[in-house]
């Protein structure tokens, strides 16, 4: 690199060395774009359209879970509600992220999203800005998970339930049967306080079976 910008600018009209010398002092101090090196430095949008920082967040358990208000897993919510009540003073933050992508189970808009979710299932915790968690618009909070905890099969027992969703998704060409891919709303992943500990848990497991999980967690 150096060689070839010193024969560029020898050759240019009118060079001379204190130009060389300004190349070469610009070309040591360009600047080095920063890589995003953990969760904590993504931003998000809340449910009003707010930045908010996952920074924030430091020193908490997080559930991370994409919801909606259509799906036959919708009662999940109930669940969460109840974790996060139990928890949430020792630590625990859950934080909800609605999706419209699995049979366009959440269309509504975020003032309707969070009006259901209040009146229906009594919703405390904070809940975001609707995203795509697949596909080229996916959220980077989710291609990071997704990266650090990838999908490991659907868990035994669900055989049925998982070949329904893998069907779905074979006839509707998603193709989010296959790779990392979210399968379904409600896929859950459990943040460690420090950020570097990730579990990721499919949608057909319910969230009292995230329990021990979590104690273990906000014990560390």
């Known amino acids: ?57 430091k020193g908490k358990v997080l559930l991370i879970v994409n919801v ?3 799906c036959g897993l919708t009662p999940q919510y109930e669940g969460l509600e109840a974790l996060y009540l139990k928890y949430k003073d020792q630590g625990l933050e859950i934080l909800a992220f609605p999706c419209n992508q699995f049979l366009g189970q959440e269309p509504g808009t975020n003032e309707e999203i969070q009006s259901f979710c209040s009146l229906n299932y009594n919703v405390t915790f904070p809940l975001f800005d609707k995203v795509d968690v697949n596909g080229e618009n996916e959220s980077p909070l989710y291609t990071y998970l997704k990266e650090q905890a990838p999908f490991k099969g659907y868990p035994e027992g669900t ?22 891919a979210i399968r379904w709303n409600f896929c859950k992943f459990l943040v460690s306080k420090d950020g570097k500990n990730i579990m990721r848990f499919e949608p ?4 009292t079976e995230l329990e021990a999980d979590i104690q273990r967690m906000l014990e560390e």
Do not use: R, W
């Open 204 to 207: 057909m497991v319910s969230p």
């Open 1 to 57: 690199m150096i060689i070839l910008a010193a024969f560029v600018l020898a050759m240019a009209t009118g060079c001379n060395n204190q130009n060389n010398k300004t190349a070469q002092v610009a070309e040591e101090t360009e600047p080095v774009v920063e890589q995003t090196s953990g969760i904590y430095d993504i931003t998000v949008k809340d449910i009003d359209g707010s930045d908010v920082s996952l920074a924030s967040y």
């Open 68 to 70: 909606a208000s259509k």
């Open 159 to 180: 055989e049925d339930f998982a070949a329904m969703l893998d069907e779905i998704h074979q006839k509707t060409g998603t193709g989010f049967d296959q790779g990392d």
